[in-house]
């Protein structure tokens, strides 16, 4: 029996600039014919990873259950080893033994691509070249020109079989949350790739929505009182806007990724869950201090029916007379899709509303008074 989660909020920014593209414009989108605001799901999974390195110096984590995404895997493990063996060779070792697996070196130390490891993974990696220290030694490539681009190739077929299958058994996820829950992508071993078990959209205002500009000034402050103007000026763009936010997460999946531990995945549900409401986009709030939570969350736990995505509620700009909160209105908008799509579709639904606008939601959900109760009430729900 598939069980999802999915989690629906609303969340009103004032104005900000939480998420740029490449000329440091608000990123947006057209959606139902009118331009929207939009924050991309890529922004809102950094966030919350974000997240959870605070949850992990809280205590609620340990290091070992989550992952780092980076270029320097070989000075990881030669820090690991520090104390065992010499940290530039270990660095060396640690090239080499990668190589094996066809995880070549790029110049300065680095791995060719951003690999995402659990910390679990890193740890094995730097054991296992400590115990084969010795029989880790570059293998002869081809040289000549006919042999040129086949390097990975030849590094593995060369390497020892042992250590081969050793390392490469290594590369399983490590246990890693947020490997669970977002999937990785490693090009050249695809057969390690994790599918994720998390799916987070883009979020887009419920609202149509257009750029505004603030002109910037700024006066040296040694500056003689005689002369007259500026010494810096320029604009910055932002918009304010009430975002519609949905991700779903397979709990199946979740647990298979984390290798059949049912308690590690209800403790990175939690905190997924957890993260998604509080964690906020970082982009320009020393500008704009937008910190403004989520006035609306539905979490709904469904069986033996697909992820409902209740972006449509939308597609027609929701519109406001004076005197109207959008924040409210929207709710009362997702209620409604909500309802009719079950009432269409069907299947096993139980969801639980934190409704801080006050919005008429004629029956959709159970209403809950704070975020602590909607995780309580999920998690039990999940598992019961």
Known sequence: MKTLIEIHALQNFAPSNLNRDDTGAPKDALFGGTRRARVSSQCS?????????????????SSDELAVRTKRVYQAIADLLDGKRDKAEAMAKAEIALSYVKLKAAEGGKTQYLLFLGQREIAALADAIHEFWEQIVPA???????????????????APKEIQERIYAIFNGGKA????????????????????????????????????????????DRKPEDTAGADMMGTVEFNSACFYRYAVVDWEKLVANLQGDVGLAAKGLRAFLEGFVVAEPTGKQNTFAAHNPPEFIAVSVRRNTAPRNLANAF????FTKKGESLTRKSAEELAKKAKALQSAFGGEDKTFVLNLVKAELDGYGTAVPALKEILDKTLSAVQG
Do not use: W
Not at 141 to 157: D, P
Not at 194 to 220: G, K, L, M, P
Not at 315 to 318: C, L, M, P, R, S
């Open 45 to 61: 999974k950094r966030a919350v990873r974000g997240f959870f390195e605070q949850k992990r110096e809280d205590g609620f984590f």
């Open 140 to 158: 002869a490539e081809e040289s000549n020109e006919k042999g040129k681009g086949k390097g990975k190739k030849a590094v593995a077929s060369g």
């Open 315 to 318: 597609e027609t700009a929701v």
């Open 177 to 220: 949350v947020d490997v669970a829950l977002f999937g990785r992508m490693l090009a050249d071993m695809p057969e390690k790739n994790q599918n994720a078990a998390c799916q987070v959209a883009h979020a887009i205002s419920t609202h149509s929505v257009e750029r505004e500009f603030d002109f910037y000034t700024a006066v040296d």
